[in-house]
């Protein structure tokens, strides 16, 4: 804060304004304290720490006379710290790991996985009369041990002694901080009963209490045994040992590997795969060149259509002309997933109007032939596009200055000529900025490919679930596996993610320098 | 148009249009008519879709195939049948979501371009070029690290979670300004600063400039963020496809991608109807402030 004349302005009085504040500040508060104990029992640092930083410069910022600008910045500002900054940065931490299925997690839960993955019951172990107990919604289990002790649990809290129990005919009948579930209750949730497991101590190493039948329960323990002290895997049932290796995972010596890991930085992996693996590298470089081809294509394609239709309508001899401009805009006006969905029925091989009645009931694969394909979303995209073309151009038309115009009349400047040097120059210098967002928009524009086609037709190679319409933001969404059709790899995403803003950002820093000489020109 | 013209009567206008003699045909095609040729054929094309959407949405068959019989048959039955679905429900979510955001877009974005515009503090340099920059990453681009986070935050509080609306909208608002401050930016500036001075030596505060002065006078331009903001989140579709897992919560482009992409056919009908539905807020809207949001298209915006 610099200026002088604004310092007084921070006004302290019980002014209403200043009681809403307060109203609102507190609400704030509310909540944020309680997102920092939740945060707290869950045990997640990162959200404690972010919440305290974010209330205690809501608190400062609001309060002292010295924050003003920031008052009027921070609510914006915090969505956009968390949800936009925090997120591209992430992605660039995620493109470095093996993030996705298999190496989900840290390696203490990757472990406790592996080991209660692998749990069978012990041979030979006793059997102890089991109650299923439930402490309010939570299921658990009342076991009485070998050595007649009471004891209970539930998956998160390990068996404990329990006294005071009843115990009536070698059962628990009656349990002092838990309620004994009926019979009936028992076979509603059969299902939960039977995967419950409760383990016996904090160890997992130690096993679990399992049931079968809701009546007698068993020690299971793993096959697997992790030693803290060499940081490795035993199977207790082969003896194999497996120990870390670089890729998040445990690995025997003979190179097999155990099911689960845990994520890891790989470096550059990620874009290795991409530019090089096999089974991406091919794909990937079509794709990239169709991203690029259907992004110029259908900039200029609507750009050339929307600028002939603005100097169609440009004419104020022309009757009706407002009835025309209303009517071709109405693409426009319509939601653009709806159009896609639209299309992609009206393209419909069988049963399409395109086909049926338009082409007299040929059988065109619009939307499953290569070529086509690209086609049709190419086409459909001009629909889609070219009203906003139209509108700008229209505008920018109405708003050449007409004294240039006159100029060049003056110094007898053909038709030709005034629209070569004169109108075109000053349309691009107008509509240029807008090009360059409307190339970054289509780059990438999911929703037309993912509605009209879903990328398809597949590419011959079906390892990877990708076609010859993707472009590079569909290619994200399909390797990342959130569709639920393909493995997911969170990693090769964000590394695509990156690919993608590295495109766009020189593209638009390059055009928008370009730009600018432009109107220097002009 | 190839009506022969008698060499006499076009030798002579050319240089006196003073003299008032009805022009040929030839001369008013290539002067006005080819424009009606355009304009008829530019219509054809950019209503037949529309035309047929509205007539498959009256047809009484439902199917794909049915539906090719422009206005064969006309009947309400699938606007009917659309109260048996969750199509009301993804309506109503959608609606919150998009005015949610585009209530909150507007005020957010504006408070920081007030700042911007009318305080002089360090950092504000930094701060324009940081949004400009930013602006070049969509927040799609990041829907996995979105989903990631996502899960993080639902493990501590679960309304900010995966499968909700109100993370939903906390997303969107993530990109509020980013994409707007600067539109704004532009139009506060264009607010002589003599006014908000004069209102400060009469002894208002800043927040009163604010609310009173400085946001009446920029209406029109809160009115086009608003609108956009609005229309792009209500066809807002990967994000909200990734984040929304339960029926209940999708929106309309996920829960009308639903009934096409599955069994394309027998929904058709039911679809065509919910897309006319779900049209007419948009076109409405579209429509009716046409002027304003053409002016904050040329400003610099695009539809999203």
Known sequence: MSLPATRGSGRTGWSPGFLVKLVLIALVDALGVYAVLAAWGAGSWGILAAMVALLLVANWAYFSKRALPLKYILPGLA???????????????????????????????????????????????PSSPLTVVADGDTLGFAIISPD?????????????TVDGATVEAGRVTALPGYDVLEYAAVLERQQEVTELRVPVSSDPNEGSIRTQDARTGYVFTSTLEYD???????????????????????????????????????????????????????????????TFAFA??????????????????????????????????????????????????????????????????????????????????????????????????????????????EAAKIDGAGRWRTWRSITLPLLLVATAPLLISSFAFNFNNFTLIYMLTGGGPRFDDASVPLGHTDILISMVYSVSGLDGTAAKDYGLASALSIVIFVVVATISALAFRRTRSLEEIA | MTTTIPPARSAAPPRRPAVTRRPSAARWFSDIGWRHLVGVLAVLYAGFPLVYVVSASLSDGGTLTGSNDLFASVSGANYVALGGTKFWTWMGNTLVVAVATGVGTVLMGAAAAYAFSRFRFSGRRVGLTALLVIQMFPQMLAFVAIFLLLISLGNVVPGLGLDSKLSLICVYLGGALGVN???MYGFFNTVPREIDEAAKIDGASHAQIYWTIVLRLTAPILAVVGLLSFISTFGEFIIARVLLQSEENWTLAVGLYGWVSSLQDANWGLFTAGAVISAVPVLALFLFLQKYIVGGLTAGSVKG
């Open chain 1, 148 to 160: 007649g002790v009471v004891e209970a649990g539930t998956a998160d809290q390990p068996l404990e």
């Open chain 1, 228 to 290: 803290p002290a060499s940081d490795t895997m035993t199977d207790t049932t082969t003896g194999v040992t497996y120990s870390p290796n670089d890729d998040g995972q445990f690995e025997a010596a003979d190179g097999t590997t155990l099911p689960v890991g845990w994520r890891v930085l790989v470096g550059l992996d990620n874009f290795v795969t991409a530019f090089g693996d096999d089974r991406y590298a091919g794909p990937f470089g079509k794709i990239l060149v169709w």
């Open chain 2, 181 to 183: 401050t600067f539109l």
């Open chain 1, 79 to 125: 969505f956009l710290l968390v949800y936009q900054v925090y997120v591209v940065a992430y992605t660039g931490y995620v493109a470095f790991t093996n993030y996705g299925d298999g190496h989900n997690s840290t390696k203490e839960q990757a472990i406790e996985a592996l080991l209660v993955q692998n749990e069978r019951r012990v041979e030979g172990s």
């Open chain 1, 296 to 405: 110029v294509i259908s900039v200029a394609s609507t750009f050339l259509l929307g600028l002939f239709l603005a100097i169609a309508f440009n004419d104020t001899r022309l009757r009706g002309r407002r009835v025309y401009r209303t009517l071709v805009i109405l693409p426009y006006a319509i939601p653009g997933f709806l159009a896609a969905l639209l299309w992609s029925g009206l393209l419909n091989r069988s049963y399409g109007f395109v086909n049926e009645v338009l082409l007299g009931g040929a059988q065109i694969p619009w939307l499953t032939d290569p070529v086509l394909a690209k086609l049709a979303v190419l086409g459909v995209n001009l629909w889609l596009g070219f009203p906003y073309m139209f509108l700008i151009c229209t505008g920018a038309l109405q708003s050449l200055p007409t004294d240039v115009l």
